[in-house]
C-alpha cells in the first residue's frame, strides 16, 4: 500500500474527520452556502469529497497540495459532481494569483506549514468580503510536554511560535514533521489581519483533543 493509501484509508476510520469535522463543515457549508471554496493541503481530498457528496447544492472547489501523489489520487477518485480545479502547488504560490474564494479550509495543514502574520495578510487577500476561513488543529500540548522531557527547549519553543515536533503520523506510520501552533497566536494573527473569529468549537476522541476555529474578513 503506498503513503497516500494509507493515509486514506486512516481517514475513512478517523472518528475526528467523519464525526466531528466533515458533518461541522457540512452544516456550516449550508448554512453560508459559499461558492468558491479553497482547500489548502486538501490531502487526498477526503474531507472535500466527503462533504461535497452531502450538500444540497454544488459549489466550485479548489483543491492544492504540495504532494504529487496525493493529487494524483484526488483526481482519481473524483466523480462528475464535483466541479474541481485540482493542482500541485503550495497555498503561498496560489495566493499569488489574486484569485478569491468564499470559503478556505485549512484542515490540519498548519502542522505543515509555518504560520505567521503574513501568511494571514494571504489568506485575507484570497477571500472575498465576509469570506470564511476554517482552521483545524489538534490540541499539541500534551505533545508540547512529552517532547519537553528530553529537551526542556521545546517549552520555549512553543511559547516562542517556533516549535517542530518529530512524531510518527498515525495514518501513515511515517516520521512526520509536526509544527505545535498555539491557538492563541493563531487567533492573534488572524484578528490582527482582518479576521473576527466567529465560532470555536472542540471535541475529544481518544483522549485526543481537535479545535475547529471559524473566521470571517472583516469587510474592506
Ligand atoms: C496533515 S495533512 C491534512 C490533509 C487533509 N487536509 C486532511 O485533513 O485529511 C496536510 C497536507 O498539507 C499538504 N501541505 C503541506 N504544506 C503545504 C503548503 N504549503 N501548501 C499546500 N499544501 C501543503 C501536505 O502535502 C498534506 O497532504
Redesign the pocket.
Known amino acids: 500500500m503506498t503513503e497516500t493509501e494509507k493515509?486514506e484509508q486512516g481517514?475513512r476510520t478517523d472518528r475526528v474527520?467523519n464525526e466531528f469535522?466533515i458533518p461541522t463543515l457540512y452544516n456550516q457549508l449550508e448554512q453560508f452556502k459559499p461558492q468558491e471554496i479553497l482547500?489548502?493541503?486538501?490531502?487526498?481530498a477526503?474531507?472535500a469529497r466527503a462533504i461535497d457528496e452531502m450538500l444540497s447544492y454544488n459549489p466550485h472547489w479548489t483543491i492544492?497540495?504540495?504532494?504529487q501523489e496525493?493529487i494524483d489520487f484526488s483526481i482519481s477518485k473524483m466523480t462528475s459532481k464535483i466541479d474541481a480545479l485540482i493542482q500541485k502547488?503550495?497555498?503561498?504560490e496560489v495566493s499569488k494569483s489574486g484569485t478569491k474564494f468564499d470559503a478556505i479550509?485549512l484542515?490540519?495543514?498548519l502542522?505543515?506549514?509555518e504560520f505567521d502574520e503574513k501568511i494571514c495578510k494571504k489568506l485575507n487577500e484570497s477571500l472575498n468580503d465576509n469570506g470564511f476561513t476554517y482552521i483545524?488543529m489538534p490540541n499539541s500540548l500534551e505533545d508540547v510536554f512529552n517532547a519537553a522531557q528530553d529537551d526542556y527547549d521545546i517549552l520555549f519553543n512553543y511559547l516562542n511560535n517556533d516549535c517542530q515536533l518529530h512524531k510518527i503520523d498515525k495514518f501513515t506510520k511515517e516520521p512526520y514533521p509536526f509544527n505545535a501552533h498555539r491557538f492563541e497566536y493563531i487567533i492573534q494573527c488572524m484578528l490582527k489581519s482582518g479576521h473576527k473569529l466567529i465560532h470555536m468549537q472542540n471535541e475529544k476522541f481518544n483522549n485526543k483533543e481537535t479545535y475547529l476555529l471559524v473566521f470571517q474578513k472583516v469587510k474592506s
Open positions: 493515509w481517514c474527520r469535522i482547500d489548502i493541503g486538501s490531502g487526498t477526503y474531507i492544492i497540495d504540495t504532494s496525493r502547488n503550495s497555498y503561498e479550509f484542515l490540519f495543514t502542522l505543515e506549514m483545524v
